[in-house]
């Protein structure tokens, strides 16, 4: 959340601007590509929940998310910190009250950098009212997940 003085003619007035899930998006997005985990985490509610991909995975086998930061931050460092990089490239973006649903594709280079993994799937957060992310939502398939040679990328 955001707060802007004005000192005006009439006085001083206080406006609070809040922080669209679209801008959490963005700002969770640009955290991953910069291998920033503090900065990610840090756009986190305490409660929020992470389900990348919604339902049963490999990244959670019973298909219930990982709920609080210290679960978050076990799924950052198992999944994501791997990564040799990850980009993001949203095509479209739907912005309706505290939620945004992106659809686009994430390519993960992955360890050794020899193949990259390609996600095609819509995105969702979340925000809580108070600047932070309640959720981030991941709708893909794991078993559609391209995987190519990095160099045909």
Not at 26 to 43: C, F, H, P, Q, T
Not at 127 to 134: C, F, S, W
């Amino acid at each position: 959340m955001r707060k802007e003085v004005d000192v005006g003619q009439g006085g001083i007035r206080v406006t609070t601007t809040q922080v669209t899930a679209r801008e959490l998006g963005k700002r969770s997005r640009a955290a991953v590509e910069a291998g920033d985990r503090d900065g990610w985490l840090a756009l986190f509610a305490e409660d929020a929940v992470v389900q990348d991909p919604i339902g049963p995975s490999p990244f959670d086998p019973e298909g219930t998310g990982h709920r609080g930061l210290s679960a978050i931050a076990k799924f950052y460092d198992e999944v994501v910190a791997p990564s040799e990089r990850i980009t993001f490239e949203i095509e479209r973006s739907y912005l309706c009250g505290d939620e945004v649903a992106d659809v686009g594709i994430i390519r993960t280079w992955l360890a050794g950098g020899r193949h990259v993994a390609v996600v095609r799937g819509v995105y969702t957060y979340r925000a809580d009212g108070n600047g932070k992310l309640a959720a981030l939502r991941a709708f893909w398939e794991f078993d559609a997940t391209e995987l190519v040679a990095a160099e045909d990328v």
